[in-house]
């Protein structure tokens, strides 16, 4: 409350908001007290805070009544009232406190203590409602009267008062009535409303020397008062400015000093006389001086100075004449003949031009003789009766324009505009302009177009004109045609999207800007239907930057483009075949082998030939051997890469550039397609021919370091294969050939293996750490050899994924693991779950998730008992794609692992979006796990990063108690190896699962 009162009084000092601070002040200390007796629980203590709140609640009835009277503007009227109010209000405060004659003592009611009052207090309370009923009989007389805004906050008033004299019902309290004291709620309310009124109407005492003092300080004009010995008393702020003084340093300055007419007698009245002040920085400023002598008494006390600055309005008339004198020159200086005729027919105005331009007599103008100066005019003119425009006639403000025709051969221009000129009448201004010359020029141009857009348009060449950015300005038919659009078509659209190459445009922009002409330049652009069409082309850039513009002539040479073509081609390639011929192909061969040099990469050459080709020829003739060889270099450019070159040497010799080999091996893969496709029989005229070839291969860098060598010795392996029988291939090299050959019969076993059921399935338990169990089993395949027994997986799975039986045999482990499992489970037997592992092509393999899902559908098995482990290698080949396969699967409901984690090119942020399930920790990090400090703390970050991301760990290779232990430290969730059980048949696993639930993985010591 105190805090309104004393934000209002900080707002505004005057008497109004200091009545109010008064008012606050009060009914605080009335409130203060209050709220301390109300919490007590000791009637004397009670008695004592009732006392004190009367400091302030007899003072609270005048209070309100002084502050109802200054913000009425009255209170001088009702200055008795106010002293009454406030001595007999004092003396009750007394009574009061000092004695026990108005507060008698206190009553004990439910919300606590509260006064008793005596006799006295009914001249109390008479004065003090007197004085609140006093305060709103006054408001209410005010309120009738006013009217607009006042009427309003007077309005606003009576309802705050209103509402505060509900708070009277305390009074019920102190003659033993038990009414809830809550008169505090309105007047705190009465109090917020004043507030807002005052910050409202920003309430201010108004009176007439506040009134002049505002009236002073605002006035524009300066004011200076001076007393009787010329010295300045008062200076208003224009004043201030005016002179460059700071506020107060003019008063006590002598009227001289500022004066610079020394003549000026303050004691004369004077009336608007100019006169020059002189500002603080010594410049001299005109002003209007008006000065007022001050007499009292019949003797001289001062005058008062009225100044108003000058400059402003002398700067105007001096830019008003400036103006006039440049409006004048200007007029006299235009290229135009200008005369201003009255609504009366007279000459009011005219320049010199005018005059020479008609060649006017200059005695006819001296003298103002208009009807002469007419009739010189017409008299020059081709058709006097042009000279007369009657559609102004009709209206005088009008424009108007034409052309006037002179006999001498002259043409003017002639503008007419009519204006109403205040105090001179309807005028009309006429300007005449010379415009022969142009009219000559325009003629000639437009000669000079006509000539040029008949050249444009009949040129035997494209034409087209362009912006600098390439938008086409204009193109002739003959350039439309060449493209096949139509001249419409064509212009406005960009002639960098004619170009093959776009950024070919921009180059020759570029060069066209420095050079400023280009000749004879061959570039390819396009037709309406994407085709090529080779044009040479002249450009011109005429003009600078964003207006110039580019001139082209265009000649279509696309018929010499490929007959040029055409020859080259026939230079480098076969003419039958149009396979490269033996130049092209040696020089693709030393460029392959400079690649090769550079990355320590391998490449092969094959030499191949037709097996009895010329009893093709001989018994079918030339036509279908050709026919034939045609046919063989298309098989041959199937077998072979993009990046590898086929070469047709002649007759029915062929020479094939395989390069970057992973290994020398490859080559004879590609040998063994090769000899396949070629053994496809071939029709050819209606008869079908069996034909065969034999292939020589010469390897880099085994068999020659160049071109030469390689080539000579692929061909000596290949007489070799046509004398060990034909449709063969031979090595250059005995140890390739001998590894060739082992593969080739391990790849013919290894389908015999898989048609006869020689693979096998093993499975190796997985322990759970944390239970013992065995939570699971990962099936390994083995590969029972008649003649050479068990063939571990690391033999034989190189050879499978070379010849693309890793695919068919990896589906037949899938299938029969999961038959398994589903058998184990019907059993009552076996690990909770089984798994697979996917190879690299497998994995890649387009079919893969149907695969797995036929394989679900087939054997009954629950998706969540079947976990396929996929290698970190296969999975960070294509992250892309895994993450893709890798969501298709789980959402079959199968489990992914990544195996032998660790050892690849891991990518942390893949492996964070990858959706598996585990990670399996390689062996090669177990093995020396107990040793090795830095295989131990590799093995810490992947369980570390597995578990943050909430992926189980299995450690697989453990083969000792001391790996198992560190593997427990590590808090590695499962694990695998000889330690638990080498992998076994099925039957054996369901039988080692029977006889032992669970395996003792806690040695003594880590368990306690």
């Given amino acids: 409350m105190l805090t309104l009162g004393v934000l209002v009084l900080a707002r505004n000092v005057s008497r109004v908001t200091a009545a109010f601070f008064i008012m606050t002040l009060t009914a605080g200390v009335w409130l203060l007290c209050f709220t301390v007796m109300y919490s007590t629980t000791d009637a004397a203590a009670a008695l004592f805070?009732?006392?004190?709140?009367?400091?302030?609640?007899?003072?609270?009835?005048?209070?309100?009544?002084?502050?109802?009277?200054?913000?009425?503007?009255?209170?001088?009227?009702?200055?008795?009232?106010?002293?009454?109010?406030?001595?007999?209000?004092?003396?009750?405060?007394?009574?009061?406190?000092?004695?026990?004659?108005?507060?008698?003592?206190?009553?004990?009611?439910?919300?606590?203590?509260?006064?008793?009052?005596?006799?006295?207090?009914?001249?109390?309370?008479?004065?003090?409602?007197?004085?609140?009923?006093?305060?709103?009989?006054?408001?209410?007389?005010?309120?009738?009267?006013?009217?607009?805004?006042?009427?309003?906050?007077?309005?606003?008033?009576?309802?705050?008062?209103?509402?505060?004299?509900?708070?009277?019902?305390?009074?019920?309290?102190?003659?033993?009535?038990?009414?809830?004291?809550?008169?505090?709620?309105?007047?705190?309310?009465?109090?917020?409303?004043?507030?807002?009124?005052?910050?409202?109407y920003d309430l201010v005492t108004i009176t007439p020397s506040f009134a002049a003092r505002e009236i002073i300080h605002t006035m524009a004009d300066a004011l200076l008062v001076c007393n009787s010995e010329w010295r300045i008393e008062l200076a208003n702020e224009a004043a201030e400015a005016l002179l460059g003084y700071e506020p107060g340093v003019l008063v006590g300055m002598p009227i001289m000093a500022v004066l610079a007419d020394e003549k000026t007698n303050p004691?004369?009245?004077?009336?608007?006389?100019?006169?020059?002040?002189?500002?603080?920085?010594?410049?001299?400023?005109?002003?209007?001086?008006?000065?007022?002598?001050?007499?009292?008494?019949?003797?001289?006390?001062?005058?008062?100075?009225?100044?108003?600055?000058?400059?402003?309005?002398?700067?105007?008339?001096?830019?008003?004449?400036?103006?006039?004198?440049?409006?004048?020159?200007?007029?006299?200086?235009?290229?135009?003949?200008?005369?201003?005729?009255?609504?009366?027919?007279?000459?009011?105005?005219?320049?010199?031009?005018?005059?020479?331009?008609?060649?006017i007599p200059p005695d006819a103008m001296r003298k103002g003789d208009d009807k002469v100066v007419l009739d010189c005019v017409l008299e020059q003119l081709t058709d006097p009766a042009e000279f007369r425009v009657h559609s102004l006639d009709a209206n005088p403000e009008a424009e108007s324009f034409d052309v006037l025709n002179v006999k001498d051969g002259r043409r003017f221009e002639r503008y007419s505009i009519g204006r109403r000129i205040s105090g001179v009448a309807d005028v009309r201004v006429w300007s005449f302009r010379d415009v022969t010359e142009r009219y000559h020029n325009e003629t000639a141009l437009r000669e000079s177009e006509a000539r040029f857009r008949l050249l444009f348009e009949q040129n035997a060449a494209g034409v087209y004109r362009a912006e600098l950015h390439g938008h086409i300005l204009d193109c002739n038919d003959t350039f439309a045609?060449?493209?096949?659009?139509?001249?419409?078509?064509?212009?406005?659209?960009?002639?960098?999207?004619?170009?093959?190459?776009?950024?070919?445009?921009?180059?020759?922009?570029?060069?066209?800007?420095?050079?400023?002409?280009?000749?004879?330049?061959?570039?390819?652009l396009q037709n309406a239907e994407g085709?090529?069409?080779?044009?040479?082309?002249?450009?011109?850039?005429?003009?600078?930057?964003?207006?110039?513009?580019?001139?082209?002539?265009?000649?279509?040479?696309?018929?010499?483009?490929?007959?040029?073509?055409?020859?080259?081609?026939?230079?480098?390639?076969?003419?039958?075949?149009?396979?490269?011929?033996?130049k092209l192909f040696t020089d693709r061969l030393n460029w392959s082998i400079s690649r090769c040099r550079r990355s320590s990469r391998a490449l092969a050459v094959m030499f191949l030939d037709l097996d009895h080709f010329k009893s093709v020829n001989d018994s079918l003739g030339h036509t279908a051997g050709d026919e034939l060889l045609l046919e063989m270099a298309r098989r041959l450019k199937l077998c072979v890469r993009d990046d590898d070159t086929v070469a047709r040497l002649g007759g029915d010799e062929f020479t094939i550039v395989l390069s970057d080999l992973r290994?020398?091996?490859?080559?004879?893969?590609?040998?063994?397609?090769?000899?396949?496709?070629i053994q496809q029989p071939v029709a050819i005229g209606g008869t079908t021919v069996d034909i065969s070839a034999s292939i020589g291969i010469a390897l880099y860098p085994q068999d020659g370091g160049d071109a030469e060598s390689l080539?000579?010795?692929?061909?000596?392996?290949?007489?070799?294969?046509?004398?060990?029988?034909?449709?063969?291939?031979?090595?250059?090299?005995?140890?390739?050939?001998?590894?060739?050959?082992?593969?080739?019969?391990?790849?013919?076993?290894?389908?015999?293996?898989?048609?006869?059921?020689?693979?096998?399935?093993?499975?190796?338990p997985v322990v759970s750490l944390a239970s013992g169990a065995v939570v699971g089993a990962e099936a390994l395949l083995r590969w029972m050899d008649p003649v050479r027994g068990v063939i571990m997986p690391g033999e034989f799975i190189p050879f499978a994924e070379d010849s693309r039986l890793i695919v068919p045999i990896g589906e037949w482990v899938l299938h029969t693991a999961c038959r398994q499992m589903r058998e184990w489970h019907d059993r009552g037997v076996g690990p909770v779950r089984i798994a697979v592992n996917l190879s690299a092509r497998q994995f890649q393999h387009h079919d893969l998730v149907n695969t797995v899902r036929a394989v679900l559908r087939d054997t009954k098995l629950q998706p969540s008992c079947l976990d396929l482990e996929v290698t970190e290698t296969t999975a960070m080949h294509n992250a892309e794609v895994t993450i893709e396969v890798v969501e298709a699967l789980r959402a079959l409901g199968v489990s992914i692992s990544i195996d032998d984690f660790g050892t690849g090119y891991s990518s942390l942020n893949y492996l964070k979006r990858f959706p598996i399930n585990a990670v399996k920790i390689d062996r090669s990090f177990v093995q020396e796990l107990a040793t090795s400090e830095e295989d131990a703390a590799i093995v810490s970050a992947v369980v570390g990063i597995a578990h943050s991301l909430r992926l189980r760990v299995i450690a697989e290779g453990v083969e000792t108690q001391d790996q198992l232990s560190m593997l427990i430290r590590k808090r590695c969730d499962e694990v695998q190896g000889f330690l638990f059980g080498r992998p076994m048949p099925a039957d054996a696993l369901a039988d080692f699962m029977t006889v032992s639930t669970r395996i003792p993985v806690r040695s003594r010591s880590l368990s306690t």
């Fill in 481 to 524: 045609r060449m493209l096949g659009f139509s001249r419409v078509a064509l212009i406005g659209r960009n002639a960098g999207d004619l170009y093959a190459r776009p950024i070919e445009r921009e180059e020759l922009g570029l060069i066209l800007q420095q050079a400023g002409t280009l000749q004879s330049v061959e570039v390819e």
């Fill in 663 to 677: 290994e020398p091996e490859d080559a004879i893969v590609v040998a063994q397609k090769i000899l396949t496709s």
């Fill in 711 to 764: 080539l000579k010795n692929a061909d000596s392996a290949l007489y070799r294969a046509k004398d060990a029988g034909r449709n063969a291939y031979q090595l250059c090299t005995n140890e390739l050939k001998e590894r060739a050959i082992q593969q080739l019969s391990l790849e013919r076993a290894l389908r015999r293996a898989l048609a006869e059921g020689e693979l096998t399935l093993h499975y190796q």
């Fill in 267 to 359: 004691r004369i009245s004077q009336r608007f006389h100019e006169r020059i002040f002189v500002s603080r920085e010594g410049e001299r400023i005109e002003v209007t001086l008006s000065v007022t002598p001050l007499v009292h008494q019949g003797a001289s006390a001062g005058a008062v100075l009225i100044a108003r600055d000058l400059r402003e309005r002398k700067r105007t008339d001096r830019d008003l004449r400036k103006a006039v004198s440049l409006l004048q020159s200007t007029l006299e200086s235009t290229a135009d003949g200008i005369v201003v005729i009255g609504d009366d027919g007279r000459i009011i105005s005219y320049n010199r031009r005018f005059v020479d331009m008609w060649r």
């Fill in 531 to 582: 085709n090529s069409v080779w044009v040479l082309q002249n450009l011109v850039l005429l003009g600078e930057g964003e207006s110039a513009v580019i001139h082209a002539t265009v000649v279509d040479i696309s018929d010499r483009k490929r007959a040029e073509e055409q020859i080259e081609f026939h230079a480098y390639h076969d003419v039958l075949t149009g396979l490269p011929n033996r």
């Fill in 49 to 200: 805070w009732a006392k004190a709140a009367y400091l302030g609640v007899p003072l609270i009835a005048p209070a309100v009544y002084q502050f109802t009277v200054e913000h009425l503007r009255i209170a001088q009227k009702r200055r008795a009232a106010i002293l009454f109010a406030w001595i007999a209000s004092a003396l009750f405060s007394i009574i009061a406190i000092g004695t026990d004659r108005l507060v008698t003592g206190v009553a004990k009611f439910w919300w606590g203590f509260y006064p008793q009052y005596g006799l006295i207090s009914i001249p109390y309370l008479a004065v003090f409602f007197g004085y609140l009923i006093a305060a709103m009989i006054e408001l209410a007389v005010a309120y009738r009267k006013a009217s607009g805004a006042e009427r309003n906050r007077l309005r606003l008033m009576l309802i705050a008062f209103g509402v505060a004299y509900i708070g009277s019902v305390d009074y019920l309290a102190k003659y033993g009535i038990s009414v809830y004291p809550f008169g505090y709620i309105p007047l705190l309310v009465f109090l917020g409303i004043v507030e807002q009124i005052i910050r409202k």
